[in-house]
Every structure is written in structure tokens, then in C-alpha cells.
């Protein structure tokens, strides 16, 4: 049975992935700010998380998935952060998802088994240098999720994937030449970068009926970086 899947984001990196993965199975919303690279055979919401409000007019009822998928990687020392950075960072990753699903939440209630997929960091388990603004924010997604998955249960499902560095777009300043590819990748036990499909596959299972026992959980997608080393 087709369900009605929302996403924040979409329009590029591990978000396009997903779409091109289950847009031919099921109906998919994508609210973000550009349409370009999306398959005709999705609903596009025109929507920036930063400054507009979500119009639960543009899409069903009953939503049976929302993943939130907008993000940032601002990497620099403590003491060079403003406060500005930290507030900047804390409302794409936090405030954002939290306006997007307090617009939704009635949509998903009405599902029968609805589930939300959110996203963190490796770092907020491992701690690394120069991560303190992103790992603030995605530290707080972590507490929320729980929280949630507590309080919206049964109905509702909340999981969260804690990635390493993925090959998108928003990472491209980290991998943009042969060097820094390597270099990264040999950090993995596994000795690559991630793909946006090894994200996308986790999400697909998480919004389907095969992960129907698992909830409040924040899954590490990051060849083994947060729990092995092999240096």
C-alpha cells in the first residue's frame, strides 16, 4: 500500500537519494526551496525552513512519514564561534525541525503507524574537535527524539541517523579534491566516505512496516567510526 511520505528537503544529496528510491512506491512530498532536480512524479512544496511557515494545506491529511533532512556542517575552533554561529546553526537543525513538525504533527496522528525519521551527527557520541556548534544542535535533536519517541507512542515512531561525512553536496568544501577523499575516508574502518544511498536505504527501512519494533533509537551510519579503531 502506497503511503504519503513527507520530507523536509529533498532537492539534493541524501534527500534526492531517498526520493529517487521510493517516489515510484509511494506518494512523496518534498518542501524545500528548489524543485530542479526532482522527479516529476513528486509534490513539491515550495518552502524555506529558515523564514516561511509549512501550508499543511499542500499535502494530504494523513502523513505517514516525515523525515527532516535540512542541515549544516560548521566546523571551527570554539573560540573563533560567535554566538551568532551557534544561534545560526541552532535554527536549521533544531528550531527548523521543530516548527516543520508542530505543523504536521496532527497529519501524522492520523496515520495508523506513522514514523519519523530525524538526523544528528557522529560527533555528538564520539566527541571531535571543532564540532561544538553542530554538536550542540544535533546534540538536541538527540534529547528531543527520545522525548518524543516517549511521548508519541504507539502511533508514532521516532528514530534518528547519526552519520559520518556523507558525499553530498553540503559536504563538498570537506571532499573537493583526491587528498581530502582519502584522507577522510582512511579515518573509517571501513575506508570510504559514506554515500547519500547508504543514508537513504536506513531511512527507507526506518519509514517502512519492517522496522514496526523499533523506536527511539539513534542509529550510527559511519563505517564503524564511533565504536571501532583499527589506527
Request: net charge neutral; proline share 4%.
Amino acid at each position: 500500500m502506497k503511503k504519503n511520505i513527507l520530507l523536509i528537503g529533498g532537492s539534493s544529496g541524501i534527500g534526492l537519494s531517498l526520493v529517487n528510491q521510493i517516489s515510484q512506491d509511494h506518494n512523496v512530498y518534498a518542501a524545500c526551496r528548489s524543485s530542479n532536480s526532482l522527479p516529476e512524479n513528486v509534490n513539491y512544496i515550495n518552502y524555506d525552513v529558515l523564514n516561511d511557515e509549512l501550508d499543511s494545506s499542500s499535502f494530504p491529511e494523513t502523513i505517514d512519514s516525515f523525515i527532516y533532512l535540512p542541515g549544516s556542517i560548521n566546523l571551527r575552533p570554539f573560540k573563533s564561534l560567535s554566538i551568532e554561529s551557534f544561534k545560526e546553526d541552532l535554527e536549521i537543525n533544531f528550531i527548523g525541525l521543530i516548527k516543520s513538525l508542530k505543523s504536521v504533527l496532527k497529519n501524522l496522528t492520523a496515520s495508523n503507524s506513522a514514523s519519523i525519521v530525524l538526523f544528528s551527527t557522529v560527533a555528538v557520541q564520539r566527541g571531535m574537535p571543532f564540532h561544538s556548534s553542530v554538536s550542540s544542535s544535533k546534540g538536541a535533536i538527540e534529547g528531543l527524539a527520545k522525548s518524543l519517541a516517549a511521548e508519541l507512542s504507539p502511533k508514532i515512531r521516532v528514530n534518528v541517523i547519526a552519520p559520518s561525512l556523507v558525499n553530498t553536496p553540503l559536504a563538498n568544501r570537506f571532499l573537493n579534491n583526491d587528498i581530502k577523499i582519502e584522507k577522510s575516508a582512511n579515518r573509517h574502518p571501513l575506508k570510504r566516505i559514506g554515500s547519500a544511498s547508504d543514508i537513504a536505504n536506513l531511512i527507507d527501512y526506518l519509514i517502512s512496516d519492517k522496522s514496526s519494533w523499533i523506536t527511539g533509537q539513534i542509529i550510527a551510519v559511519d563505517g564503524g567510526l564511533s565504536t571501532i579503531d583499527t589506527n
